[in-house]
């Protein structure tokens, strides 16, 4: 603490720290989502260009390692994610799963 600083500069500093933190855990959170409706979303796919539901497709997605998740957010991670499941699952998939990009 510097002597030379006011109780308002004080407190100012504390609350700017701890906005700082809710907003580091608001964009994790939002991230956190992001990735589980990319899940959501490529289950749903591979249910439809397969014989899988998509309860089993998602579950499959939840045995992924971790660090394959990043690849939830590119397509051709899609497509690799959607090999690895229907591999875990014994499937055999209808074409290659590539979201549409806008």
Known sequence: MNAAQTIGEIV???????QAKIDRDYQDEI???ALVTSANNLARMI???SS???EEAFNALTYVPDA???LLTTP????ALSHLVAADLGL???GS??????
């Open 97 to 102: 799963l590539l979201p549409t990009v806008h």
């Open 52 to 54: 899988a539901s998509v």
């Open 31 to 33: 991230a956190r989502w």
């Open 92 to 94: 055999s998939l209808a």
């Open 47 to 49: 249910s439809e260009a």
């Open 12 to 18: 100012s500093a504390a609350l700017a720290a701890e």
């Open 68 to 70: 394959c998740l990043p």
């Open 76 to 79: 051709h991670g899609w497509c």
